[in-house]
């Protein structure tokens, strides 16, 4: 369901992304790890047709991301890392307003909202308005509006960010319950989280990809350990 091939990007003398390509299949969850800085933001941002590659491309469902923009965005549903939630607005103004914008309607409408509130677990703030929600709240409709579409692509960045562990732990189980039916691009510096819900690892450094595999796989070439194979990837 999501194909890159040899995407490119740079601003100004720093090459950001240097030809990275891989694809993720309907039911498959991929954690996407590096260091700050490693390019992950940038291909992720090409992907959801935030920014333009300066060369290569990548299709979303079959839509490629310079001829068909609207079509992947309406594929996709994407929490960015500090997502655009406004202060001001209600958690039920918000999603509605997100309803307009995916031209949700009615019935589907009311059927969308309901859906999120329960998978989100935003009942108890749903009349708040978000200048008065915690981090973790914040980052739980953040999770509302990308899953609000239904979308069959999901990307993720940092989606456990600022919550507490029983939290991670329900976020972690949603994604696990979604899995099934749609592809699914994490980016997380919480590397218990890759074991928790990933079936395949991609580790950028320096705008390329350094290891692509297995959470298994990448624990037995480095002593059953995560932590120690991200380092080594990413320090060689």
């Known amino acids: 369901m999501i194909e890159i091939n040899g ?3 740079s601003f100004g003398p720093v090459l950001a992304v240097n030809d990275v390509s891989f694809d993720v299949k309907k039911g498959e969850v991929l954690g996407f790890l590096g260091p700050n800085g490693a390019g992950k933001s940038t291909v ?8 333009k590659p300066d060369s ?11 001829k068909n923009p609207i079509e992947v965005r309406k594929s996709i549903g994407y929490l960015a890392e500090n997502v655009a939630l406004y202060s001001e607005m209600a958690v039920d103004d918000f999603l509605n307003f997100i309803c307009d914008i995916r031209g949700l309607h009615g019935k589907a409408r009311r059927l969308a909202i309901d859906r999120v509130i329960s998978m989100c677990s935003i009942e108890s703030v749903f009349h708040q308005t978000i200048e008065t929600l915690s981090k973790g709240y914040r980052r739980r409709v953040g999770l509302a509006q990308s899953l609000i579409h239904d979308p069959d692509v999901l990307i993720l960045d940092e989606p456990t960010d600022g919550l507490d562990p029983l ?4 976020v972690r189980e949603l994604i696990n ?5 749609k592809s699914i691009i994490i980016s997380t510096h919480i590397l218990d989280e890759v074991d928790a819900v990933c079936d395949r690892v991609i580790i950028m450094a320096k705008g390329k990809i350094m290891a692509n595999s297995t959470p298994a796989k990448l624990k037995e070439e480095h002593n059953g350990d995560m932590d120690s194979a991200f380092r080594t990837i990413t320090t060689r």
């Open 7 to 9: 995407l490119r990007r």
């Open 44 to 51: 992720m941002k090409m992907l959801t047709c935030f920014l």
């Open 56 to 66: 290569g491309t990548a299709s979303v469902c079959g839509y490629d991301i310079l």
């Open 167 to 170: 939290q991670k732990h329900e």
């Open 177 to 181: 319950s979604m899995s099934k039916d």
